[in-house]
Nanobody, 117 residues
């Protein structure tokens, strides 16, 4: 079983920044990919950003140029740097990993991000 612990959410004003962290209980090299998703009230969960085992990254159209996904291999942690935040970025943000041996999927508990003045 993989444990994922997210942190870094909170309340921020429009135009502000936050950095989310997701710490895994095992080596991140055990994963095919690590992703950030988000879910706003009344909306479906959507992919925000992904980073593959090889380090390639991808982003949802709504966050390109504003969000950056990265990882610290030594800390088994993936980050989401969020800049120029907008009210529409308000959501619960979830970390997800795909374990490489059996392709099992694990989710974190989520962290709330609220962008409001």
């Amino acid at each position: 079983q993989v444990q994922l612990v997210e942190s870094g959410g909170g309340l921020v004003q429009p135009g502000g920044s936050l950095r989310l962290s997701c710490a895994a209980s095992i080596s991140i090299f055990s994963f095919n990919a690590m992703d950030w998703f988000r879910q706003a009230p009344g909306k479906q969960r959507e992919l925000v950003a992904t980073i593959t085992h090889g380090g390639s990254t991808g982003y949802g159209d709504s966050v390109k140029g504003r969000f950056t996904i990265s990882r610290d291999n030594a800390k088994n942690t993936v980050y989401l740097q969020m800049n120029s935040l907008k009210p529409e970025d308000t959501a619960v943000y979830y970390c997800r990993v795909v374990e490489s041996t059996f392709l099992k999927i694990f989710w974190g508990q989520g962290t709330q991000v609220t962008v409001s003045s």
